[in-house]
Nanobody, 114 residues
Framework: VQLQASGGGLVQAGGSLRLSCAVS????????IGWSRQAPGKQRELVAT???????TYRDSLKGRFAISTDAAKKTAYLQMNDLKAEDTAVYYC?????????WGAGTQVTVSS
């Protein structure tokens, strides 16, 4: 399985970004895809996940601002991030799991200027 993340960048506080994670390779019908992030000097934290059945979960502190979705035909997951804050600045990593297998993608930098 290969993961290709994109969509990071620099945005002003209050702005929005949408991250994409394209998945390729041997994908089962039952899987979970999501995003985690790691800010400088902090531990990596889970941001959001969504199952192949469409069930999303979010970090409590991000509910209402972030939304995860998938396009099955494109084998792509999206993380819509709204009302971004300086504390959202981090490297965001796409992750994929199925049947005990887990894959992390290369990170994409999100920088929010205040």
């Amino acid at each position: 399985v290969q993961l290709q993340a994109s969509g990071g960048g620099l945005v002003q506080a209050g702005g929005s970004l949408r991250l994409s994670c394209a998945v390729s390779g041997s994908i089962s019908s039952i899987n979970t895809i999501g995003w985690s992030r790691q800010a400088p000097g902090k531990q990596r934290e889970l941001v959001a996940t969504i199952t192949s059945g469409g069930l999303p979960t979010y970090r409590d502190s991000l509910k209402g601002r972030f939304a995860i979705s998938t396009d099955a035909a494109k084998k792509t997951a999206y993380l819509q991030m709204n009302d971004l804050k300086a504390e959202d600045t981090a490297v965001y990593y796409c992750l994929f799991s199925q049947s005990g297998y887990e894959k992390w993608g290369a990170g994409t930098q999100v920088t929010v200027s205040s």
